[in-house]
């Protein structure tokens, strides 16, 4: 089985600034794959960023990065430049090889002018 | 294509009615999952299909929940005599084969049980 843990119920950040939120997982699997989901209020969850657990470079999508530290199981997601349009609900997820999803229980991420 | 549509958007119902949720996943996806979200809590996963075979069920919450994916386009989850526990939002999901394909979400179907 796998969980998924983010210990950081609530986040705030200014805008422009740079915030980290913190995931932690735990698997018996060899092949999984970590993703980071966002959830704005009242609207749909999308994908932000993914991590393949074989690949040792950190995934980036634009203003999106995350740590990948594998003996540590830590899966974190950095937002640098941060904007007003990236309050929102953040997920953390694991997966095996195209199984379901696991999700932990999220980190509220607030954006200050 | 305008992505993974779900129906209701809302539904209240009394205590011990039967409802049943659709979801409309895109056309090229055989992949299509349920999930719970309560409040405060991550998605949590119910059951998915691969076309139209159930491949995982034992998640289902307790055996008045049920899905159905015919003929591997749309799928309703079922969930009969429910009960206040029940409240929360009921989140679909599709995408293609494969472990790092990304998953599109719907809206979600808001349960409330009175």
């Known amino acids: 089985a796998q969980t998924v843990t983010q210990s950081q119920p609530e986040m705030s950040v200014q805008e422009a600034e740079t915030v980290t939120l913190s995931c932690t997982y735990d698997?018996?699997?060899?092949?999984?794959?970590l993703f980071w989901y966002k959830q704005p209020p009242s609207r749909q969850m999308i994908l932000v960023i993914r991590?393949?657990?074989?690949?040792?470079q950190n995934a980036t999508e634009n203003r999106f990065s995350v740590n990948f530290q594998k003996a540590a199981k830590s899966f974190s997601l950095k937002i640098s430049d941060s904007q007003l349009g990236d309050a929102a609900m953040y997920f953390c997820?694991?997966?095996?090889?195209?199984?379901?999803?696991?999700f932990g229980k999220g980190t509220s991420l607030l954006v200050t002018p | 294509d305008t992505g993974v549509s779900q129906d209701p958007r809302h539904k209240i119902t009394k205590r011990g009615q039967n409802v049943t949720f659709r979801c409309d996943p895109i056309?090229?996806?055989?992949?299509l999952y349920w999930y719970r979200q309560t409040l405060g809590q991550g998605p949590e996963f119910l059951t998915y299909?691969?076309?139209?075979?159930?491949?995982?069920k034992s998640r289902l919450l307790s055996d008045r929940f049920s899905a159905e994916r015919p003929k591997g386009s749309f799928s309703t989850l079922e969930i009969q005599r429910t009960e206040q526990g029940d409240s929360a939002m009921y989140l679909c999901?599709?995408?293609?084969?494969?472990?790092?394909?990304?998953?599109?979400f719907g809206q979600g179907t808001r349960l409330t049980v009175v």
């Open positions: 698997t018996s699997e060899s092949d999984y794959y």
């Open positions: 991590q393949e657990a074989y690949k040792q």
């Open positions: 299909f691969q076309n139209e075979a159930q491949l995982e």
């Open positions: 056309s090229e996806h055989n992949r």
């Open positions: 997820a694991s997966s095996n090889s195209g199984y379901a999803l696991n």
């Open positions: 999901a599709s995408s293609l084969w494969g472990g790092d394909t990304e998953a599109f």
